[in-house]
């Protein structure tokens, strides 16, 4: 590639309260139209809109987890367009003061921040479902739902400092990761309450002016991100190469021909004619409120504590994919303190097998899981001090509160107990038996080696460790040697 890539994003995150932005109407993502619509946010004439604090708290949740400069004092503008599942023909957003600027989100796979432009409040819009074409222009006609309508919307800008498809990603996933660690918001892309709209352009390599950008529009898969990020660095360093210029516009994509198209230049762009809004107080927030609100550590803090605790990558998505068994993890490592046999690698290990089983076949009940039991148990399985094969089956109840581990575990006769003079005897005698392999393992044959513990291990089932078995058959065999 003779060209830099540079990436800008811009994210919409659709906030879980329990009412709309403006109004008193649910906020619900449900399949009854206009179930939770009202003069508001139908923008009828002479209603009126009242900030909603439960937005502004999740808000600044975001930004402070954002690590964004919060203002105390900010306000709403109108930003004018006319589309019919906007019924006021405006749009409550902020221009020129919003609620949070700056701001960075740490990108650790890449050892760098992203930062950001600024970070504000708005409504989000109706939806249109169009009868017989694919837009109003071509549609039969058109249907409305407003349930969406005046829900809490939060947009979030980055500055253009990214710099590959794998970086947009990363982002994207840390970002919704965070919002959905605050309980803020569901950030499913799949149901729209997490977009993303992706600006980008190509520079020659090392040049410190920016190219001229494209804006690839209603981004809503991951996998839409990928393919039409890449679209576009193909199809811009292929006009460059051949001398032409890029124009500013805004193109979407298409799924069908898997590439993206023009939607409008930067003629035609819209002139928003932004004004403030006079039917709502700035709004002022106290520097006591911000810091009264408390945050958790964020997917990013949790992402730089694992690569210290030399967990790799996969092993990291893993946990961070699942807040509550993430939860878990931290739980169970602070219990392991002192436990020689239990590590971050070894409980990683369990959750990913034994535990996702059960967790996937809902057999996990929260409140009963007893912590210690699990720490005991990983402590058995990595010691091999206990039948693992059978012991699996009864592993819902093991990890039950009310269950004493050593006492179950012998009645059931799991633990292994050694018996170091069985051990002896049956070694010998299956060395005696099996004078090919002693063969083959003294000319080298590692293999022979397993198959002389394995013998072994059968008349021994439950009365040694694999460990133990192979570690004396080396050393008989070693004594050969030396004789
Ligand atoms: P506009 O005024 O056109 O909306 P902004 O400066 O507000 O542009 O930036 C919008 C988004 O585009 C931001 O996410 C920003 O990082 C990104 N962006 C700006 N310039 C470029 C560029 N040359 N290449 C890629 N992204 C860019
Ligand atoms: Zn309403
Ligand atoms: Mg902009």
Redesign the pocket.
């Given at each position: 590639m003779k060209y830099d890539i540079?990436?800008?994003?811009?994210v919409h995150i659709e906030l879980s309260t329990e009412k709309k932005l403006f109004c008193g109407c649910k906020n619900e993502f449900t399949h009854e139209p206009n179930k939770n619509v009202c003069p508001v946010c139908l923008g009828l004439p002479g209603s009126l809109p009242v900030i909603n604090e439960q937005a502004i708290e999740y808000f600044v949740k975001l930004a402070k987890a954002l690590e964004c400069e919060i203002s105390n004092f900010s306000k709403f503008d109108r930003k004018h367009y006319f589309y019919p599942d906007m019924p006021k023909n405006y749009q409550i957003s902020q221009y020129d003061l919003p609620l949070a600027k700056g701001g960075k989100l740490l990108l650790p796979n890449f050892n760098k921040y992203v930062f950001l432009?600024r970070i504000h409040l708005e409504e989000d819009t109706g939806k249109s479902i169009h009868i017989g074409g694919d837009n109003l222009k071509e549609a039969k006609y058109t249907l409305l739902n407003y349930n969406r309508a005046g829900v809490p919307l939060v947009e979030i800008?980055?500055?253009?400092?990214?710099y590959s498809v794998e970086e947009a990603i990363e982002f994207l996933e840390l970002l919704r990761l965070t919002a959905l660690y605050l309980g803020i918001s569901d950030v499913k892309m799949e149901e729209g309450s997490l977009r993303c709209?992706a600006?980008?352009?190509l520079?020659p390599k090392n040049s410190n002016q920016?190219?001229?950008?494209v804006?690839i529009k209603n981004i809503n898969s991951f996998k839409f991100l990928a393919k039409a990020l890449n679209y576009e660095i193909e199809r811009q360093s292929q006009l460059l190469d051949k001398g032409i210029e890029i124009i500013?516009e805004t193109r979407g994509w298409d799924e069908k021909t898997q590439s993206t198209y023009s939607m409008r230049t930067k003629e035609e762009a819209h002139d928003y004619r932004y004004f403030p809004e006079p039917d709502l107080l700035p709004l002022k927030i106290s520097q006591q409120y911000i810091q009264a609100i408390q945050i958790p550590l964020t997917p990013s803090q949790y992402y730089q504590k694992y690569i210290s605790l030399n967990l790799n990558e996969e092993e990291i998505m893993f946990l961070l994919e699942n807040q509550q068994i993430n939860n878990l993890f931290n739980n169970l490592l602070e219990y392991t303190k002192g436990n020689t046999n239990v590590n971050a690698k070894s409980i990683v290990k369990f959750l990913k097998t034994d535990f996702a089983y059960l967790y996937n076949n809902n057999q996990i009940k929260w409140e009963e899981i007893k912590i210690n039991n699990i720490i005991n148990y990983i402590s058995l399985v990595e010691n091999k001090s206990i039948d693992v094969l059978n012991t699996k089956k009864y592993l819902p109840e093991i990890l039950h509160k009310e269950m004493n581990l050593t006492e179950f575990l012998k009645s059931k006769n799991l633990i292994i107990e050694e018996d170091h003079n069985l051990i002896e005897k049956l070694i010998d005698e299956v060395i005696s038996r099996n004078p090919q392999a002693v063969e083959d393992y003294l000319n080298g044959k590692e293999k022979a080696l397993g198959f002389l513990v394995g013998q072994a291990m059968k008349e021994l089932k439950g009365k040694a460790k694999p460990n133990t078995v192979s570690e004396l058959i080396v050393n008989k065999l070693q004594a050969f040697i030396k004789n």
């Open positions: 540079v990436i800008g994003l811009e432009k800008v980055t500055e253009p400092v990214i709209d600006n980008i352009s520079k920016l190219g001229t950008k804006e500013q």
